[in-house]
């Protein structure tokens, strides 16, 4: 990452929580029976769905539920029939929650030192984006009001849920969403950080810490898409925005940064902006027909967009000269914010999608623009293309992000770019998407069981503090107690210095399957060990 990009995050006032989505390594899904299962092959039965927002117990509608609806998406499920039921399709009641799976979380609840909840009550939470078919997601508090040890000081645990999964997305063209169903429904613990680190490099090495102590626990599933992030991030002046779904830890400490850099740009073209002297009420929807110029512009997607009967309307935005091109983090400029409204939104994601009368490629209808308008020389005109409906949905979006640039950072939820920016992704949701779930009662949780599950496990950091203690280094420690050889390495340190079986256990015979195809298994590496007396060890360390 440019260093550019960097800032002063005591001077800023970087404020970061995380929320850590791990899969539980249970054998059925959290409300069916179903097998947990990933598939890649044909799928067997394809659903058609729409969906549409319902009020919360307060009689309100979430902010969230309203966009997803706005973008009007034709949702298809991508069912199999040996990890598929008519629970996920919403055709018939949850089954009782999966006690495995419950017996995980509170595993991890305790060893993040939660405190946990008398009654488990399941709750509805909506999500209209079509990740899961009906509508909402079940999920439950296990815990709260824990902690994670972290160099010397503690990081707080707000809480902790229990909670399915939600499906696979497989493609996302205009009106038109798929989604594979085969890991819908896998039980998964969320764990949700107090806002207590304050640097880049904080919030990547607080989330690796969290889930390597439940990798540790051996409960939790492994590879792509089993752990996946989500970073609150906000500095002083700004809101808290949601950057989702970062499947490696690794990433979070320059997409912090980044997002860090792009609130402290947004508060300047917020100054800007009022300095100039910008109301809201200035920015008003007049679209302005521009039909007659599509053979004037050198935009392909335009061209596109005319051969399917689209239109060309553009909106002024008043006192906007020079504050589209600003860069705001990643070389992403201004005007890209509002390129992704746009694009999830009105579903005009043929890209280009918008354009200005700042950019070169106008020139040559620049004035003409302008004067149809009636901007002034501190004005611009954005340009927009597609279906006539799109268009309509999509100056609406143009005219409310220009509104907010007047309040500086918009709270929202934004993705992952293959180029490790962000863009938009939706509103954030708020309190108003949780409602009681209908169909389950309370789970009463005894405290003897409580404690029980609570002094069944090894601490993983007082496991990391004695192999260290016998001569590992942290990374060493840590890679041991994630390993399906722990129990043979914490088995062979009676016979073994920790170092030379390290070094035997995770690098010899490693490199010896690499070059020679050479595997040996736990099994006989354990009888090994067995069989080696005193002298078998001299000579095995010579």
């Known amino acids: 990452m440019d260093r550019k990009y960097i800032l002063d995050y005591t001077k800023v006032g970087l404020k970061v929580g995380l929320e850590i989505h791990q899969q539980l390594d249970t054998n059925t899904k959290l409300f069916c029976r179903c097998p947990v299962k990933y598939q890649n092959g044909r799928e067997d039965y394809r659903i058609l769905r729409h969906m549409r927002p319902t009020l919360s117990e307060m009689g309100e509608y979430d902010r969230a539920a309203l966009m997803e609806f706005r973008t009007n998406k034709e949702i298809t499920y991508l069912l199999y029939k040996d990890n598929s039921c008519t ?24 060893l993040f030192r939660c405190s946990i909840v008398d009654e488990v009550h399941i709750s509805r939470k909506q999500y209209l984006d079509g990740s899961i078919p009906t509508g909402f997601q079940r999920t439950a508090v296990i815990g709260i009001n824990g902690e994670l040890p972290y160099k010397g000081r503690k990081i707080g645990i707000h809480h902790l849920c229990l909670e399915e999964d939600a499906c696979r997305e497989v493609w996302d063209r205009e009106h038109s969403i798929g989604f594979r169903a085969d890991r819908l429904g896998t039980p998964l613990v969320e764990v949700i950080t107090e806002a207590d680190m304050h640097t880049p490099e904080d919030a990547m090495n607080v989330a690796r810490e969290i889930g390597w102590a439940m990798r540790a626990l051996g409960i939790v599933r492994r590879g792509m898409g089993a752990t996946r992030q989500d970073v609150n991030v906000s500095i002083t002046g700004g809101s808290r925005v949601e950057i989702k779904g970062v499947d490696k830890y690794q990433y979070i400490k320059d997409l912090v940064a980044l997002e860090a850099y792009r609130q402290k740009k947004l508060l300047e073209i917020r100054d800007e902006l009022v300095g100039r002297g910008l109301k809201k009420e200035d920015i008003r929807l007049k679209p302005i027909d521009y039909d007659d110029l599509t053979e004037m512009i050198n935009i392909e997607s335009l061209k596109r967009a005319v051969q399917k009967g689209g239109i060309l309307r553009g909106i002024k935005l008043s006192f906007f000269k020079g504050i589209l091109d600003i860069d705001i983090g990643g070389g992403r400029v201004f005007s890209e914010e509002f390129a992704g409204r746009v694009r999830v939104i009105a579903c005009l994601d043929d890209m280009p999608n918008i354009a200005h009368t700042d950019e070169e490629i106008l020139a040559p209808v620049r004035d003409e623009m302008m ?59 708020g309190a108003d998407r949780m409602y009681p779930d209908t169909d389950l009662p309370p789970i009463v949780l005894l405290p003897e069981k409580i404690k029980e599950i609570g002094d069944s496990f090894e601490n993983p950091w007082a496991e990391k503090h004695f192999l260290i203690s016998e001569g590992l280094e942290e990374e060493q420690a840590m890679k041991v107690l994630v390993s399906p050889l722990k129990n043979i390495f914490i088995k062979g340190l009676r016979k073994f210095d920790a170092r030379f079986l390290y070094h035997v256990l995770f690098e010899y015979l490693k490199g010896l399957e690499r070059k020679n195809g050479i595997k040996i298994s736990a ?16 000579s095995i360390k010579n």
């Open 87 to 110: 629970y996920e399709m919403d055709d018939t009641p949850p089954f009782p929650l999966n006690e495995q799976a419950l017996e995980f979380a509170l595993q991890i609840a305790s």
């Open 371 to 429: 004067e149809r308008a009636g901007a002034g020389k501190m004005d611009v005109v954005m340009l927009v293309w597609g279906p006539e409906a799109d268009v309509t949905t999509a100056l609406e979006e143009i005219r409310d992000r220009a509104k907010e640039a007047l309040d500086g950072v918009p709270n929202e939820t934004r993705q992952v770019l293959d180029d490790m920016t962000t863009d938009f992704e939706r509103i954030l949701p």
């Open 523 to 538: 099994g006989e590496l354990e009888r090994i060990m067995d069989s080696v007396d005193e002298n078998d060890k001299k």
